[in-house]
């Protein structure tokens, strides 16, 4: 029982180039969620999926797009890297929408 | 900006207890405190939650004032492994703010 898994661990970009980070989670949790995490700071909310076929947005969802693959996996997606999207991206599920959530290791993503 | 508001840090003696406090006074009648921490730079980990009554599991108790307006995380006998950035948010609102970066010192 691996939890919540993410790909990349580490990952450099130059700007405007794209790529999907990956998250999937074997708990068979309904929700899932997108954080980023800058230097000294909080986490916040970028999407989330509270079911399968279903997402929306958070607290800074803009320059991501997401995807709900199906209920284990659920991708995040910057389509035009810039420095400001430097940070470290947590993937997270829970059983519902608003219960405890359980966090990968994270992806550090460096934008250059 | 994150709901709750805590302190920046605190420092704990090892094998002492860590009380972290919360305030959290714009909380609804329906929703419940939940306690992260984070140690390091690894993703946070669930700690405990609660809705009105007192809480206590294996890592921590959590108490909530009568009024629901704040609470304390106690870690009864903090060890060196507790030094962690702790977080309480509103499950409803699901922002982390800055946290509570917590030492403990031998």
């Known amino acids: 029982n691996a939890g919540v898994t993410q790909t990349p661990k580490f990952q450099v970009l130059k700007t405007g180039q794209s790529m999907t980070l990956q998250c999937a989670q074997d708990?068979?949790?309904?929700?899932m969620y997108w954080y980023r995490q800058d230097p000294g700071m909080g986490l916040r909310l970028i999407y989330y999926?509270?079911?399968?076929?279903?997402?929306d947005k958070g607290e800074v969802p803009n320059g991501y797009n997401v995807s709900r693959l199906n209920k284990r996996e659920f991708s995040l997606r910057l389509e035009s890297a810039a420095p400001s999207q430097t940070s470290v991206y947590f993937c997270?599920?829970?059983?519902?929408?608003?219960?405890?959530?359980?966090f990968g290791p994270g992806t550090r993503l460096t934008v250059t | 900006d994150a709901k709750t508001t805590q302190p920046t840090s605190m420092d704990c003696a090892e094998g002492r207890a860590a009380n972290l406090p919360c305030n959290h006074s714009?909380?609804?009648?329906?929703?419940?405190v939940y306690w992260y921490r984070q140690i390091h730079s690894q993703g946070p980990q669930y700690i405990i939650h609660?809705?009105?009554n007192n809480e206590t599991n294996e890592m921590a108790s959590l108490i909530i004032t009568e009024d629901r307006k704040s609470s304390t995380l106690i870690l009864p006998h903090a060890t060196l492994r507790d030094t962690a950035v702790y977080y309480c948010?509103?499950?409803?609102?699901?922002?982390f703010g800055a946290g509570t970066r917590l030492t403990v010192k031998p």
């Open positions: 997270a599920s829970s059983e519902q929408l608003s219960y405890e959530q359980y």
């Open positions: 708990m068979n949790h309904n929700s």
């Open positions: 948010v509103h499950n409803n609102d699901m922002r």
């Open positions: 609660g809705l009105k």
């Open positions: 999926s509270a079911s399968e076929g279903t997402t």
């Open positions: 714009t909380i609804s009648g329906n929703e419940y």
